[in-house]
């Protein structure tokens, strides 16, 4: 898997760490990543990108199955609002 992972991150470099939140390949390439020296500014930000984005795929479909008392389907952070669920 990590020989697999190393062509992977070879192949398409740093921007194969959006794939970092996949179960079985996300793990080897970000170990790939640090064998190879990814600067770790760059390794944060794409990992975070991606594990954000993972989180709020998570966190719409949690909500759009439960609609808890209260919850309108949308989080806010700091006066921003996502919408994570369409208008019903």
Known sequence: ML???????????RWSLLLSWVPVVGDPLTVVAGILREPLWSFLVVVAVAKIARYLVVAAITLSWIRLPGCNGSLTFRGISISLLPDT
């Open 3 to 13: 020989d697999r992972a190393t062509k992977w991150y070879h192949r398409y470099g």
